[in-house]
């Protein structure tokens, strides 16, 4: 059960932070860096023709598609197709048909097939021959004009689409993979912080925020090589999220609050793991302080994952911040009862409670006269653990009336009620 809860963690969390990447990319309108610089295919009724790169005013593809329409243009007049010349430009060379020019050959497109721009350019005239001839056939054939537009609209959509997929499924691997390998060096790593501290600090709040700071460090750093492996330019990314950084922090406002604030709650330390606080509704021990929200474990066993900016922001009462906490009990004793004698018997049953400190002293005063009993109030102090707290007020309640019972202080009957009329002088008139 655990290795199939760690896996599905480590999925979503990869998966989480591919399509993070991939919402900044979309989102800056950028693209992978390698594929600026990857050449684009130029197909006629889908078969490959030839393989084009960027220029200074067109990318690849955009730079392919405009040839495809260039030689589609021509294919309209498959009749008055005349030979693929190759004609003198400066540096450059241009290759044209029946006097339209299809491609520019430049010394980038040598650069990029190990050759002059002369010998590309021949090249890739013959090539349009070839292909304009194939092309040119297929259409003079009866009914052959739709049938092979059809079919090279399909071929062209699946041949682009198994370009993509050989081009993305490698990156997207190695982007898992990479992933995969600093999920396993930052688990490494907090079990290495965790095991250094339990012998060097004390303090489990700064060895949580270490933790969590050296972990999320390593996940950062793994990040940024799994956008590198998907091609994408660290860099891009960087300028996408300082140019969507309002989109996505409008977006993001919550996580981002919460990240903040739980850096806030583990520097400024208002509590600390073990203390057991009450938060809004919530009251119980604090289990986990993470960067997201904090764990608190409740006196029934439940668990609270409560947002630490609803910790940071709201009042929180911290029952364990002192080592002692005042308690109270409350007595009800008849109106008969001789009260110096209730509160020295009280008093000392108190004192004589297990878990009662003798310093704070404990007091015993009169709270409330009530319409059948007099209410005294016993205060003492004692550990500021709820289970120590709740004992030692069980343990003063049983010594206090064990106490009372032994002295004889006569404790309220429910059954005996004491009326007292508005006006006395009626009794006496009655009476008369």
Sequence with gaps: MT?????????HRSLAAIVCVGIIVVLHGGAPAGAQDDRATVRVDGRSVLRVGPTDELNAVDRARQIERRLATLLGAPGALGPAQVEPAGDERLVTVSGVPIVTVTESDADDNLSSVDAVAAQWAAA??????????????????FVVEVRGAIEA????????????IPRVLAALLVIVLFWGLASAVRWVMRFLFRHVVDDLTVENLI????????????????????????????????LTGLALGFALQDI????????????????E???????????????RIQLRASQIRTYDGRLVLVPNAEVFTARVTNNTASPVRRGSVEVHVGFDADLDQAQAVIREATRSAPGVLTDPPVSVRVQALGPDDVLLEAR?????????????????????LAALRASGVPLPDPSLHLLVPDDPRSIRDDQA
Excluded: C
């Excluded at 290795?3 to 999925?11: D, I, V, W």
């Design 3 to 11: 290795a199939t809860r760690s896996l599905s963690l480590l999925l």
């Design 380 to 400: 003492f102090w004692t550990d500021s653990r709820r289970s120590d707290f709740v004992a030692t007020s069980s343990a003063v309640r049983q010594a206090i």
């Design 256 to 271: 981002i609050s919460n990240f903040v604030s739980g850096l806030l709650i583990l520097t400024m330390r208002p509590f």
């Design 273 to 287: 793991l073990g203390d057991q606080i009450v938060v809004g509704e919530t009251e119980g021990s604090v289990e």
């Design 211 to 242: 933790k969590q700071v050296a972990y999320y460090a390593v996940w950062i750093v793994g990040l940024i090589v799994a956008v590198d492996a998907l091609g994408l330019d660290p860099g891009t990314v960087a300028t996408g999220l300082g």
């Design 157 to 168: 959509a699946l041949a682009r689409l198994y370009e993509s997929a050989l081009r993305v």
């Design 128 to 145: 349009v021959d070839r292909a304009l001839e194939q092309a040119a056939e297929a259409r003079l054939a009866p009914g052959g004009r």
